[in-house]
């Protein structure tokens, strides 16, 4: 064996050697100590690392010390010629001069270099043994050195730079391929230690290990990198191994002697144990969900009863022939047990398990079988045996490991069946064979080509193909694979697979739940469920109402209960649980269902601070426009004067006196708080002023909760305090709205022309096929409801939501309410707030440029106040207002539009 021996500093030694990736074999602290040592010398083991500190004591400053000799013998050398890689590292403070030295053949030859190293230097050399001898000695000497203690650093191994890694592993089994294995391993270099890719290498294999290397037997494979294919010979013992050299031509590594075992190889068909039928008896086998078995379940033999039952498959076997049978499983504890195995119909004495102590293993039987079906099985005998799968090795290049899995029941929808290939050149490649795969649903007859199926794919090199199928239907395919092996190709059949196919259940999404409403405007619903199949055609759809309102039945709700998606319509408020079930083709039956909460619509009690009224004081509070309230309009506290006034507000809650929370939608210019009193029928809230949060301009609520209110008019009022508060509106978020309706226009409090011709209003019907009646009160008071027609004048509605009126008096307030009916909601009347509104004279109200007498019209009437007034120092009238009036000369404006028209003189 050709080696390094290296002898270099602690530290930079142990960097060389411990990345390595070949070989290294580093001589440990007791064989250093067996070197010779100069009397002048000491060495110290250095804790955790194989190497030692030497240290010399040279007091009589003597002109030459031979301080360390380490002798090599035959089992340290084996090879002729070795190369020694020094390093010394001078550990003084002074320097030192070293000479290395290596004596062969009893001191015949050396090599000595003398050299000094300044102190904490280091220096590289090497130094060659140049015959092989029985005395290979390395000493190391210091000359001329003065009176002193000297100090430096050794430590040596065997470095091995020959090949490594054999594959296969040394003591290993080769299954053989009849057109040649292939043997690898790994190369190593002086100049490229891990890739050894330079080195040119020949594999040395015979079936005589006995001195590899030299003997005749020996079969000699040159000019390989790191891999040669060889012919093998089932059931022979190779030894083998590999000579690299450098690209020097003299430096050789010889790689150690590696062997292994040829043997058949025999590529396995699996069978998953709970793919198999059972047979019970008064007890049965279990299938049992297994997260550590290959696919997930396992069969346990039960031990409970007399007649325990068994479990069967089907194999299809290409010969007759004894086949190795090997059974994957398991048994709780270590005491063996016994189960009995059937082969076609008979069952043999008990087969004996091992006890695993819960682990899965092996246990291999050989089995006799015979050409075409053979049933397969376990007799339950003991019972107690977990069985996970059944493997049967096969003596040919036959595809394996189905997908689907032998027995498996699968879906239809865009499959594919898929193998595992083999190869007779290289198991790790499979480009060279082609597969023909063959399908069919009929009962296989081994007596017809193929069991009798037709190709539906021929000589491909994929492991994989797309089919269609067809549900319901038991599937038997084969995959007969062909190897081209000179002159002619060789064709392996094809193990008979088998799998059902079922029909996929639809797949049904719909919302979970779903919150509608409000039944008063209540829409036409599609709930818009998602159904997917690929299975067979033929989908049929059925709602059901599975909970409700009490009365109320699917006929209610959905005209068409047998569409996909129907046309819902709900009356009642409540939930609603609908259930889909979707029926395919093949009677699988998927439902899904969804949770409908319907919800009556109303808005909460919102009283508008502009609709109530104001009280004033010295001063009082002032209605404003604020386009970020809810109506446009607030009401601001004054903070002038002395008594501020106060603000009125009604709240009619007929019925409902209770308890209830009440807020404040407001808002405060700045961030310091501001109070104002507030009281509900009289007593004050929070004890005295209601003290509301600096909003810097923002709106915001205050919520005080515990309000009494009592049945009927509530009077809800504001007395003016700190003042600077900007009140929009209040809210009682428990209190339903009155149905009624809403949005009037006029808008509340708002100036119009007094010839006014309509008024409108909005309502919430019940429904679409809602017919709204609608009744309108007028006056100039406000009404009283004890009074007939609330003492006001009675209109009838033109359509649900608008009115006709006429005759309006000029500078007049106003009041009017609607009251109207809904024919789905028989039986009652819907009244308004009140609203009021204020009459201007028309000519004011659509004003008109050059109208001075505001009398609709610009003519000499208006020309004679601008003559009268022209100039004046007060209210005088200037050009622009000459050219204005000559602008819009005899135009008038109608007074019910507004519309300018010309007018006569």
């Given at each position: 064996m050709i080696q390094r021996i290296k002898i270099i500093s602690l530290v930079l030694v142990a960097a060389?050697?411990?990345?390595?990736?070949?070989?290294?074999?580093?001589?440990?602290?007791?064989?250093?100590?067996?070197?010779?040592?100069?009397?002048?010398?000491?060495?110290?083991?250095?804790?955790?690392?194989?190497?030692?500190?030497?240290?010399?004591?040279?007091?009589?400053?003597?002109?030459?010390?031979?301080?360390?000799?380490?002798?090599?013998?035959?089992?340290?050398?084996?090879?002729?010629?070795?190369?020694?890689?020094?390093?010394?590292?001078?550990?003084?403070?002074?320097?030192?001069?070293?000479?290395?030295?290596?004596q062969n053949n009893a001191w015949s030859n050396w090599d000595q270099d003398w050299f000094t190293l300044a102190a904490g230097e280091s220096r590289k050399y090497t130094v060659n043994v140049r015959t092989p001898t029985n005395v290979n000695r390395i000493y190391i000497q210091i000359r001329g050195a003065p009176a002193g203690t000297y100090t430096f650093?050794?430590?040596?191994?065997?470095?091995?730079?020959?090949?490594?890694?054999?594959?296969?592993?040394?003591?290993?089994?080769?299954?053989?391929?009849?057109?040649?294995?292939?043997?690898?391993?790994?190369?190593h270099s002086i100049a490229d230690p891990v890739a050894g890719s330079n080195l040119v290498t020949e594999l040395f294999i015979s079936t005589d290990a006995n001195d590899l290397y030299n003997n005749p037997k020996t079969t000699r494979i040159p000019g390989l990198t790191n891999f040669g294919d060889v012919q093998l010979v089932v059931g022979k013992n190779y030894a083998w191994g590999v000579k690299a050299t450098e690209p020097d031509g003299v430096t050789v590594y010889t790689s150690p002697v590696w062997k292994f075992d040829a043997v058949q190889r025999v590529p396995r068909t699996r069978y998953e144990a709970e793919y198999s039928t059972i047979i019970p008896g008064d007890t049965a086998p279990q299938v049992r969900n297994v997260g550590i078995a290959s696919g997930g379940k396992i069969i346990w033999t039960n031990w409970g009863g007399v007649d325990r039952g068994s479990f069967v498959f089907d194999v299809m076997m290409p010969a007759d022939g004894t086949y190795h049978l090997t059974i994957h499983y398991a048994i709780d504890g270590t005491t063996d047990r016994g189960d009995k195995i059937q082969i076609n119909g008979v069952?043999?004495?008990?087969?004996?398990?091992?006890?695993?102590?819960?682990?899965?293993?092996?246990?291999?039987?050989?089995?006799?079988?015979?050409?075409?079906?053979?049933?397969?099985?376990?007799?339950?005998?003991?019972?107690?045996?977990?069985?996970?799968?059944?493997?049967?090795?096969?003596?040919?290049?036959?595809?394996?490991?189905?997908?689907?899995?032998?027995?498996?029941?699968?879906?239809?929808?865009?499959?594919?069946?898929?193998?595992?290939?083999?190869?007779?050149?290289?198991?790790?490649?499979?480009?060279?064979?082609?597969?023909t795969v063959y399908l069919g649903t009929t009962e296989p007859n081994p007596a017809l080509p193929h069991y009798?199926?037709?190709?539906?794919?021929?000589?491909?090199?994929?492991?994989?193909?797309p089919v269609t199928l067809d549900w319901g239907n038991n599937y038997y395919w084969v995959v007969d694979s062909t190897v081209p092996v000179d002159p002619n190709s060789v064709t392996f059949p094809g193990y008979l697979w088998r799998?059902?196919?079922?029909?996929?259940?639809?797949?049904?999404?719909?919302?979970?739940?779903?919150?509608?409403?409000?039944?008063?405007?209540m829409v036409p619903v599609w709930l818009k469920p998602t159904v997917t199949d690929q299975g067979k055609p033929g989908l049929s759809y059925q709602w059901e109402l599975t909970g409700g309102p009490e009365g109320v039945a699917i006929g209610d709700i959905c005209a068409d209960p047998a569409a996909q998606n129907p046309q819902f319509t709900f009356t009642k408020v409540g939930l609603f649980t609908l259930a889909l079930s979707v029926t395919d083709g093949s009677e699988n039956v998927t439902t899904a269902s969804i949770d409908i909460l319907v919800v009556e619509y109303y808005r909460a009690l919102r009283l508008e601070c502009e609709d109530g009224t104001i009280v004033p004081g010295d001063t009082a509070p002032q209605l404003r426009t604020d386009e970020n309230a809810s109506g446009n309009q607030v009401v601001w506290s004054n903070w002038s004067g002395t008594d501020r006034g106060s603000l009125v507000i009604d709240a009619n809650v007929p019925n409902l006196a209770g308890t209830y929370d009440m807020v404040f939608?407001?808002?405060?210019?700045?961030?310091?708080?501001?109070?104002?009193?507030?009281?509900?029928?009289?007593?004050?809230?929070?004890?005295?002023?209601?003290?509301?949060?600096?909003?810097?301009?923002?709106y915001e609520d205050l919520l005080i909760k515990n309000v009494t209110l009592i049945d009927g008019t509530?009077?809800?009022?504001?007395?003016?305090?700190?003042?600077?508060?900007?009140?929009?509106?209040?809210?009682?978020?428990?209190?339903?709205?009155?149905?009624?309706?809403?949005?009037?226009?006029?808008?509340?409090?708002?100036?119009?022309?007094?010839?006014?011709?309509?008024?409108?209003?909005?309502?919430?019907?019940?429904?679409?096929?809602?017919?709204?009646?609608?009744?309108?009160?007028?006056?100039?008071?406000?009404?009283?409801?004890?009074?007939?027609?609330?003492?006001?004048?009675?209109?009838?509605?033109?359509?649900?939501?608008?009115?006709?009126?006429?005759?309006?008096?000029?500078?007049?307030?106003?009041?009017?309410?609607?009251?109207?009916?809904?024919?789905?909601?028989?039986?009652?009347?819907?009244?308004?707030?009140?609203?009021?509104?204020?009459?201007?004279?028309?000519?004011?109200?659509?004003?008109?440029?050059?109208?001075?007498?505001?009398?609709?019209?610009?003519?000499?009437?208006?020309?004679m106040?601008?003559?009268?007034?022209?100039?004046?120092?007060?209210?005088?009238?200037?050009?622009?207002?000459?050219a204005d009036l000559a602008a819009h000369w005899m135009t008038c404006i109608d007074p019910e539009t507004g519309l300018p028209t010309g007018c006569a003189l």
């Open positions: 060389a050697l411990s990345g390595s990736a070949f070989g290294a074999i580093v001589l440990s602290d007791a064989q250093w100590m067996s070197a010779t040592i100069s009397p002048q010398a000491s060495v110290t083991d250095i804790p955790g690392d194989p190497g030692l500190l030497v240290v010399v004591d040279n007091s009589s400053a003597s002109g030459e010390i031979n301080v360390f000799m380490r002798d090599f013998g035959g089992a340290d050398l084996s090879a002729s010629g070795s190369t020694f890689e020094v390093e010394l590292e001078n550990l003084n403070t002074v320097p030192v001069t070293f000479n290395p030295v290596v650093k050794i430590k040596g191994g065997i470095v091995d730079f020959s090949a490594s890694d054999p594959d296969p592993k040394d003591g290993g089994k080769v299954g053989v391929i009849s057109t040649g294995n292939r043997l690898y391993w790994t190369n069952a043999g004495g008990d087969t004996m398990f091992p006890g695993t102590s819960g682990a899965y293993s092996d246990l291999v039987v050989p089995v006799t079988l015979k050409k075409g079906v053979n049933t397969l099985g376990i007799v339950t005998s003991w019972g107690g045996i977990s069985y996970d799968y059944f493997e049967l090795n096969l003596d040919d290049m036959t595809a394996t490991n189905p997908s689907p899995k032998v027995g498996e029941v699968i879906l239809v929808g865009n499959n594919t069946l898929s193998w595992t290939r083999h190869s007779v050149f290289d198991p790790k490649y499979t480009s060279d064979t082609k597969c009798g199926y037709s190709a539906i794919a021929t000589d491909i090199s994929a492991s994989s193909i799998f059902t196919t079922v029909d996929p259940k639809p797949v049904v999404t719909i919302d979970a739940t779903k919150i509608i409403g409000p039944v008063r405007r939608h407001y808002r405060v210019d700045g961030s310091g708080a501001r109070g104002d009193k507030w009281q509900v029928n009289g007593t004050q809230l929070s004890g005295g002023d209601t003290m509301f949060a600096g909003t810097n301009g923002a509530n009077q809800i009022k504001m007395l003016t305090s700190w003042g600077g508060m900007w009140y929009d509106y209040i809210e009682f978020p428990a209190i339903k709205a009155p149905l009624a309706a809403y949005n009037p226009i006029p808008e509340m409090v708002s100036t119009v022309p007094s010839t006014l011709s309509q008024l409108s209003w909005s309502v919430d019907p019940n429904s679409a096929e809602s017919v709204i009646t609608s009744t309108v009160y007028i006056g100039t008071a406000a009404p009283d409801f004890k009074l007939p027609d609330y003492g006001m004048t009675k209109i009838a509605g033109d359509t649900g939501t608008s009115a006709i009126v006429s005759d309006l008096l000029m500078d007049t307030t106003y009041y009017w309410l609607v009251e109207y009916t809904d024919s789905e909601l028989p039986g009652q009347v819907f009244r308004s707030a009140t609203w009021r509104f204020m009459t201007i004279d028309p000519c004011v109200f659509f004003a008109l440029v050059g109208d001075l007498d505001h009398n609709c019209r610009v003519n000499f009437d208006d020309l106040i601008l003559a009268g007034a022209w100039m004046a120092a007060e209210n005088g009238y200037l050009l622009e207002d000459l």
